[in-house]
């Protein structure tokens, strides 16, 4: 069983860029596909993007596409966001999530395919 802690949200402007990361322990890291979510209030959990289990294969949802950026480092047992022009509607609590269960690509978009979750993180964009 693997266990996720994300870290690097804060309070940020339009405009500004934040990195987050999410630490993985208590399980071979390389075997999992990795997702994060988030989640503003009063809405469903959503996706945002996912990464291949060595990080050649990347998808994205359209609302993040071209800003956001996932990437991983298996040596280190981190998956990464990079949120580069931040906007208002982006303000959420950001999730992890890790799934050992190979699918095709489509279904890492359902938060119902991952069996591991972090506690999240607040990222809240002003405008």
């Known amino acids: 069983q693997v266990h996720l802690v994300e870290s690097g949200g804060g309070l940020v402007q339009a405009g500004d860029s934040l990195r987050l990361s999410c630490s993985a322990s208590?399980?071979?890291?390389?075997?999992?596909?990795m997702g994060w979510f988030r989640q503003a209030p009063a809405k469903e959990r959503e996706f945002v993007a996912a990464?291949?289990?060595?990080?050649?294969?990347?998808m994205y949802s359209d609302s993040v596409k071209g800003r956001f950026t996932i990437f991983r480092d298996n040596a280190k047992n981190t998956v990464y966001l990079q949120m580069n022009s931040l906007k208002p509607e982006d303000t959420a609590v950001y999730f992890c999530?890790?799934?050992?269960?190979?699918?095709?690509?489509?279904?890492?978009?359902?938060?119902?395919?991952?069996?591991?979750w972090g506690q999240g993180t607040q990222v809240t964009v002003s405008s």
């Open positions: 999530a890790a799934t050992p269960t190979y699918y095709s690509a489509n279904y890492y978009v359902s938060r119902n395919k991952y069996d591991y």
């Open positions: 208590g399980g071979t890291f390389s075997s999992y596909a």
């Open positions: 990464i291949a289990r060595d990080g050649r294969s990347t």
